[in-house]
């Protein structure tokens, strides 16, 4: 198998925009607000170039402070991310989804690296980094889904043990969805990159199932408690 992965000119990947800039358009004749979007894009150009140079030290670091350093920022803007579509209260819920994703996806990144990878050390950035960036992106996304949700169900005065049922629901969608279809309708990331450098299928499916399977618990944990842990302030804010 060819163990050589081919390097994208430049120039090629300007076509990769066409699309970007046709959907633009799209938010643009709509009259809807192409503000976000269009911040989102020049946002996550600006975030991998320089991830991309800093990469290279972060990997390759033996110093487990480095990595703790990393990782506390990951945490913090994932769960400043997550609050996004409620930004009057996120000041308010950061607290609790900090707490939460804490709980929900460094819990689990830890029991993958000491208790299904034999690595040395335990903390091997090239695969401490990427998982973690998978599960904190996971449990961002929960809870972002999961908050919208809530507020919504409460400000239609549904009792909040339904709300927050539903919220939970609402937010692992996607993360059942893809469960449905990895290896039917798409490959995912993991597998996809490591069978382009050459790796047995077989056992990038090993890493794709132990990459499932952490998401899905992380999802799971980290919404359940922050659901759990905002019910008091929720109530609060609704009844302000």
């Known amino acids: 198998m060819n163990d050589s992965i081919q390097i994208i000119p430049l120039a090629n990947l300007a076509i990769v925009f066409i699309p970007v800039i046709a959907v633009l358009i799209i938010y643009i004749k709509w009259a809807m607000d192409v503000k976000d979007a269009s911040y989102s894009i020049a946002r996550m150009l600006l975030q991998l170039t320089i991830i991309g140079y800093l990469l290279g030290f972060i990997l390759n670091t033996e110093s487990g402070w480095v990595l703790f350093g990393v990782l506390c920022v990951m945490l913090f803007a994932s769960s400043w991310i997550a609050l996004r579509t409620v930004k009057k209260e996120r000041v308010h819920l950061l607290g609790l989804s900090l707490l939460s994703i804490l709980v929900g996806s460094i819990s689990i990144l830890l029991l993958i690296m000491l208790g299904v990878l034999d690595l040395n050390p335990w903390y091997e950035p090239r695969y401490m980094i990427p998982l973690g960036g998978m599960l904190l992106a996971s449990a961002m996304n929960c809870i972002s889904l999961s908050v919208d949700r809530l507020f919504s169900e409460l400000k239609g005065n549904v009792p909040y043990a339904e709300a927050r049922n539903r ?74």
């Open 167 to 240: 919220a939970f629901q609402a937010a692992l969608i996607p993360v059942v969805n893809s469960l449905f279809a990895v290896g039917l309708v798409t490959l995912p990331g993991m597998m996809t990159g490591q069978i382009l450098s050459g790796v047995d299928p077989l056992i990038a499916a090993r890493y794709q199932i132990m990459v499932m399977c952490m998401i899905f618990g992380s999802a799971g944990f980290t919404t359940a408690c922050f659901l759990l842990l905002c019910e008091r302030k929720m109530k609060k804010i609704h009844s302000q």
